[in-house]
């Protein structure tokens, strides 16, 4: 079946820094794809909605400005989260999904832990 | 807007019991309900789904799921369970019907646990 593979599946950073999270598609053509953050003990909530070479589309409330979306060709998306804060500690993750969006694939999650 | 509630972010059967993972959504509209497993490492898969059709949902691994409308409930049940079924499920409901298949709402996830 079709994989999605994320990247760094945890990392640890200080604050004020910045994180980028990588979203592969291996073996088909992610047209769409998106990102969810998990915090402790709450939902999985969708952040924004990429089509490939667009600008991403953010969900209320998500600052795009502080969470950077890019996705410029079908097998890639990455997430960057400028100048982390410990509040902005949680588990992200990727989906995607091809022409005719008949099925979605997961990447596997990443957490991002901010001192 | 669409919503779920998962009660109970941790079940435990015994190996052989019933599974029943909970499930209640909140929609303006007909709504297309999910169920998701994610095992240790892994991505979320997809169990089953309900779109309107049949209220009986059957899914992968001997999984199914009842929408029930008057009791806004989706619960997921499974009658034996089997110690490969330990890991996290998470209902979703599609955020609106016209939207693409990713814009998903998604409970916080209940961990099961099977013990042998």
């Known amino acids: 079946g079709a994989v999605v593979s994320q990247h760094p599946s945890r990392v640890i950073c200080k604050s004020g820094t910045s994180v980028k999270i990588e979203c592969r598609s291996l073996?088909?053509?992610?047209?769409?794809m998106f990102w969810y953050r998990q915090f402790p003990k709450q939902s999985l909530m969708l952040m924004a909605t990429?089509?490939?070479?667009?600008?991403?589309?953010?969900e209320q409330g998500v600052e795009k400005d502080k969470f950077l979306i890019n996705h410029a060709s079908l097998t890639l998306s990455t997430l960057t989260v400028t100048s982390a804060h410990p509040e902005d500690s949680s588990f992200y993750i990727c989906?995607?999904?091809?022409?005719?969006?008949?099925?979605?694939?997961f990447g596997s999650g990443t957490q991002l832990s901010v001192l | 807007a669409q919503s779920v509630t998962q009660l109970g972010s941790h079940v435990s059967v015994s190996e052989g019991a019933l599974v029943l993972l909970r499930c209640n959504y909140s929609?303006?509209?007909?709504?297309?309900l999910f169920w998701y497993v994610q095992y240790p490492n892994q991505g979320l898969q997809l169990l089953l789904k309900?779109?309107?059709?049949?209220?009986l949902v059957k899914g992968i691994n001997g999984f199914e799921a009842e929408f029930k409308k008057s009791e806004t409930s989706f619960h997921l049940t499974k009658p034996s369970a089997h110690m490969s079924d330990a890991a996290e499920y998470f209902c979703?409901?599609?955020?609106?019907?016209?939207?693409?298949?990713?814009?998903?709402?998604f409970g916080r996830g209940t961990q099961l646990t099977v013990w042998p």
């Open positions: 309900y779109t309107s059709a049949a209220t």
């Open positions: 979703a409901v599609r955020i609106d019907r016209g939207s693409t298949l990713g814009r998903l709402y």
């Open positions: 989906s995607a999904t091809g022409r005719g969006n008949e099925k979605l694939f």
């Open positions: 929609s303006s509209v007909p709504p297309y």
């Open positions: 990429s089509n490939e070479g667009s600008k991403a589309t953010y």
């Open positions: 073996d088909f053509q992610a047209t769409t």
